[in-house]
């Protein structure tokens, strides 16, 4: 036998002896103790071999490792962790039940051994937030906001106070996917950006994904806002609820079959209208929404869970004119156990948002919207400790209506019209791989395959070279293009399609048990687009798909990141760097006019947007005080070139400024525990003012003065910060009574800054001069509320 033969021999003989080694799986779900709720992202860490796992967002956990007796160990933020022996010699099904750090029972604990998520995890640009963490910080008139919450995030900005929506490193609001138990929200403000849709009380999970996006989610070109309701106490029936100065909440949760169904159920309401109305004050500005859960066990491998949200803003003015807009959704989910190391989960999902305008002076009503239909259904597959297989199928049917307009009665003068609508297709499948190479490496890897079909009934319009858009030489502008004719499409009929392959990796190379290097690559395909000149979103706004000339934006990211925990996770640090770079964002042509625009393609181009920066976030996670100080340097840009040599493009062809390009970004959050009675926090909040575009200048026309503008974005309002505090007092801390409560009380901008939300121009009628004219939306801002549960 030679010195090849041997060796080869000897690499057969180890590997097999490997394979041999008997192997066993651990399963099983893991819950909250007293209400029996699922628990999303718990660690299972097993010392003895260096292994572990997290449980899934039904609170599914699987691992797969030799025979053997261990001790394992489950840890979760804000929960007691707990630790049991096993002795694994064939597959075991074991649930395990954690209790909250307020429940100081009596039960095995051990240090919290979390280092493992963030250190060896092939996962960057997340974040978790706890509702605990959220519910602690200050906030607008005492109403705890999930929004508001992370834009005290590194690399979260949003268009200012009273604005809607959020942007994430340096994208728009459109560009983020936002969800509620996998239902799409459209709209995730109240009162026109004053308050979120999310309700703090029914939500059990929240978590931001700003890069390394897995391949399951797609349809936007930003980010993913995933979060979660609770199910519901399957075990004993409980009410909790807050009452604020301009709105409350109740919610009302218990068993439908003891420790096996539940249901949940909750709303809020806001009445500063009521005091208007005491006032003589004919205006209203209020909103209400519902959230509504059912969730049964049928065995130990299958469980249904139904889960809803309706909720509405309305708005009027004298009487006159009355706005109405608001989401609903409505999600059937089947959990099924295929064996112990075969998860899956098949959703039914509706969802729709709604725009209404009554018009009563000018006589007529507008309605618009967008609706989807989604199945989908979602694999994963635990082969190994060191090897886990994410994959599924979905498909979105979408129907758009941007606009009917109906008259109000039969002598308003109006004519009914409406809006051509419009029907799209988006099928997609995945395959996700999380992969451990060793103890030091970890990867993630996967595909997303996804394609659009703008579907018919449909007519469209055709132009000359296809340019919806044309350029005028003579006067160095864009312009409309004169249609050529029409091509009609039937029922179900492909107006356009694309497909598009969506690639995602990211690695992680751990230098030790406390530091490690992370890089991430991901391509994410949008085809919704929203039609908006805003910085921020209005509910005026509308959705449209891609179509032969507005085409679907293709975003490409890379980040490189480094993770340190200190003092056995008291502290910890973040540092991320990215790049990203966007094609087909759209731009409008100077003039553009985008309200019941039958044809909008004639007012946009397919621009570029890019955007990189660096994001540092510093954690103090344990203690009487813990928090957090984050600082984002960034830069965020768009162009829209000529599309020959003729034509200048917007802003010269050059990169300008986005909207949404805030240079600094500096916030401080803190919470501190004084005593059992008194819990004080504070935030901090510092960022660039918002591009935009001042006038320059002015000339005389026929006695008319007309404005210059100059270049797009190349000023800024001022600059924009607040601070903010509160302080929490628990009356009866240690009571065993079942009714318990808490004051908040809270102070929003604290030395009464006059943040600029826009700068206008107009002429001074005294003296002819030009003057600039600030809009701020907040001042000094008390709030106080009482929380009680029961």
């Known amino acids: 036998m030679n010195k090849l033969q041997l060796t080869l ?11 041999s080694q008997e192997r066993f799986t651990l399963s099983g779900t893991i819950t909250d ?9 718990v660690n299972v860490f097993i010392p003895e071999i260096n292994a572990g796992t997290t449980t899934n967002e039904y609170g599914f956990y699987s691992i797969t490792i030799p025979k053997g007796t261990y001790k394992v160990q489950i840890s979760y933020l804000g929960y007691l962790t707990s630790e049991q022996e096993i002795t694994l010699d064939k597959n075991i099904k074991n649930n395990f039940s954690l209790s909250s750090e307020e429940e100081k029972i009596e039960e095995v604990t051990i240090n919290d051994d979390r280092k493992a998520t963030n250190i060896r995890k092939a996962e960057m640009s997340v974040n978790k937030l706890s509702m605990a963490t959220i519910k602690k910080m200050p906030v607008v008139l005492g109403e705890t906001d999930v929004l508001k919450s992370i834009l005290l995030l590194p690399g979260v900005t949003n268009a200012g106070e009273g604005s809607s929506g959020f942007n994430v490193r340096g994208g728009a609001a459109d560009q983020n996917l936002i969800l509620l138990d996998e239902a799409s929200i459209f709209n995730s403000s109240h009162v026109f950006g004053f308050f979120s849709v999310f309700n703090s009380d029914a939500i059990k999970d929240m978590k931001l994904y700003k890069g390394g996006i897995p391949a399951r989610y797609g349809g936007r070109a930003s980010s993913v806002l995933d979060i979660y309701q609770k199910d519901g106490n399957s075990k004993e029936f409980h009410m909790n609820g807050g009452i604020g100065l301009i709105s409350s909440r109740l919610l009302a949760e218990g068993p439908i079959v003891k420790d096996r169904g539940s249901f949940l159920i909750g709303g809020r309401a806001s009445y500063m209208h009521l005091f208007m109305k005491l006032s003589d004050n004919k205006n209203s500005a209020y909103f209400y929404d519902l959230n509504a859960k059912a ?8 469980s249904l869970y139904l889960s809803g949200y309706f909720g509405r803003d309305v708005f009027s003015i004298d009487g006159s004119f009355e706005n109405i807009y608001g989401n609903s959704t409505l999600n059937l989910r089947w959990n099924h156990l295929f064996s112990d190391r075969l998860f899956s989960n098949l959703s039914l999902i509706y969802s729709d948002y709604y725009y209404g305008l009554d018009l009563d002076f000018i006589g007529f009503t507008w309605d618009s919207g967008i609706k989807n239909y989604n199945i989908k259904y979602d694999f994963k597959y635990y082969a190994t400790d060191d090897f886990k297989l994410n994959y599924g199928v979905n498909g979105i049917y979408y129907d758009f209506n941007p606009g009917t307009i109906k008259p109000s009665d039969a002598n308003s003068g109006i004519n009914y019209d409406q809006l051509e609508k419009k029907k799209a297709f988006e099928p997609a499948l995945y395959l996700d791989a999380e992969h451990d190479l060793g103890k030091r490496i970890s990867i993630s890897y996967g595909m997303r395959y996804s394609l659009f079909y703008r579907l018919g009934r449909s007519t469209v319009n055709t132009y000359a070279n296809d340019q919806a858009v044309v350029f005028n030489p003579e006067l160095q502008i864009y312009e409309k293009a004169k249609p050529t004719g029409t091509v009609t499409y039937d029922k ?3 107006v356009a399609d694309f497909s598009n392959l969506e690639p995602r990796a990211a690695i992680s190379f751990q230098l030790n048990e406390n530091q490690s290097i992370k890089a991430s690559y991901n391509r994410l395909v949008q085809y919704l687009q929203l039609i908006s000149n805003t910085a921020s979103p209005t ?4 959705w449209t798909p891609s179509d032969n000339f507005i085409k679907p ?6 980040a490189l990141g480094y993770f340190r925990n200190f003092k056995d996770n008291e502290y910890s640090l973040e540092a991320e760097t990215f790049y990203k770079k966007v094609k087909n964002r759209l731009d409008y042509i100077d003039g553009a006019d985008l309200i019941a625009n039958d044809a909008i393609e004639q007012v946009v181009l397919n621009g570029e947007m890019r955007a990189y920066g660096l994001e540092i976030l510093f954690r103090k996670n344990e203690g009487r005080l813990n928090g957090w100080v984050s600082y984002t340097l960034s830069k965020s840009q768009q162009r829209t070139k000529g599309r020959n040599e003729f034509e200048t493009g917007i ?7 986005s909207g949404y390009d805030k240079t600094h970004n500096v916030a401080v959050t803190g919470s501190y525990k004084y005593t059992d009675k008194w819990t004080f926090g504070a935030n901090f909040a510092l960022q660039t003012g918002q591009p935009v575009t001042y006038p320059n200048g002015s000339y005389q026309y026929q006695g008319l003065t007309i404005v210059n503008y100059g270049l797009r974005n190349q000023d800024r309002l001022p600059l924009y910060h607040h601070l ?8 009866k801390p240690k009571s065993k009574r079942r009714w318990q409560s808490e004051w908040v009380f809270s102070i929003y901008n604290l030395y009464n800054r006059q943040n600029a939300a826009s700068i206008s121009f107009r002429q001074n009628v005294d003296n002819g001069s030009n003057e600039a004219i600030r809009l701020s939306i907040f001042g000094i801002v008390p709030g106080v509320s009482y929380n009680f549960k029961f």
């Open 651 to 657: 802003n010269d062809g050059q990169w300008y400024n």
């Open 9 to 19: 021999l000897m690499f057969l003989i180890v590997i097999s002896s490997g394979f």
């Open 724 to 731: 903010d505090v509160s302080a929490t007092f628990t009356p």
């Open 539 to 542: 509910p005026l706004d509308i």
């Open 553 to 558: 934006q293709k975003m490409d990211q890379v």
């Open 33 to 41: 103790l007293k209400s029996n709720e699922t628990l999303i992202g």
């Open 492 to 494: 179900n009929e492909t």
């Open 295 to 302: 969730s049964y066990k049928l065995n130990e491998n299958n």
